[in-house]
């Protein structure tokens, strides 16, 4: 049961232009949102998070929205870079939520490949 | 400020062969410790999670295991490995008792079992 979908495993986007990562989730409990970005042979970076008691969170470049109703949010990297090209994560935990021992683990997506061309 | 040091970055081991992967954080105490798996197409799968010496919860049963002998070392071990277990193995580290936090990775240790 994947609770955490990411639909698209990879998006092309021209230098200067708007990405933009989506991703669902299905458990209302979650109340806490990351996204991850991920280099090959390397270990996944933090980006940005937002608290379900927010729909925007926003730094620099990356911008995070949230839209709890849909079960949805989206990551925004404007403009884009040809240094922002790598896999992009996200993630959400509960505090409410017993995940791998104790609450409030991360649970992941699979990730979308993000492709910025010059 | 804190680093999370794990080794090696790559490993080939044939299968049947046991498997020890080492992760050591620095610069905080008592923090909560993971290993993730990373396989293809499977995004990152939770393993092992600790939250003290010697506490391991296993999130996912296999033909692995995970041991804390100190605060902050946390290793990953096989007595056999599997072909499936090859992968794309991560420990990360998190504050204690600050859950909605980020997760902090390593950089990851690439296994090929052969």
């Known amino acids: 049961d994947q609770q955490v979908k990411q639909n698209s495993p990879s998006l092309s986007v021209q230098e200067g232009r708007i990405s933009i990562l989506n991703c669902d989730y299905t458990n209302s409990m979650f109340d806490y949102f990351l996204w991850y970005k991920k280099y090959p042979a390397e270990g996944p970076t933090f980006l940005i998070s937002?608290?379900?008691?927010?729909d925007k969170n926003e730094d620099g470049r990356f911008t995070v929205f949230l839209n709890k109703s849909a079960k949805h949010l989206s990551l925004h990297i404007v403009p884009s870079q040809p240094g922002d090209s790598a896999v992009y994560f996200c993630a959400a935990s509960a505090l409410t939520m017993n995940y791998g021992g104790s609450q409030g683990n991360l649970i992941f997506g699979k990730g979308t490949k993000l492709s910025v061309k010059p | 400020s804190q680093t999370i040091h794990q080794w090696p970055a790559t490993l080939v081991q044939p299968v049947g062969s046991p498997l020890s992967l080492e992760c050591t954080v620095e610069g905080t105490s008592n923090p909560n410790l993971y290993w993730y798996r990373q396989a293809a197409g499977r995004g990152l799968q939770l393993l092992f999670y600790s939250v003290g010496i010697g506490q391991i919860s296993s999130e996912v049963p296999q033909n692995l295991s995970a041991s804390r002998p100190q605060d902050r070392q946390f290793i990953l071990s096989s007595k056999k490995l599997l072909l499936s277990d090859s992968g794309f193995y991560l420990c990360?580290?998190?504050?204690?008792?600050?859950?909605?936090?980020?997760?902090?990775f390593g950089n990851g240790t690439r296994l090929t079992v052969t």
């Open positions: 937002i608290s379900s008691i927010k």
């Open positions: 990360a580290w998190m504050r204690f008792g600050r859950p909605n936090s980020p997760l902090h």
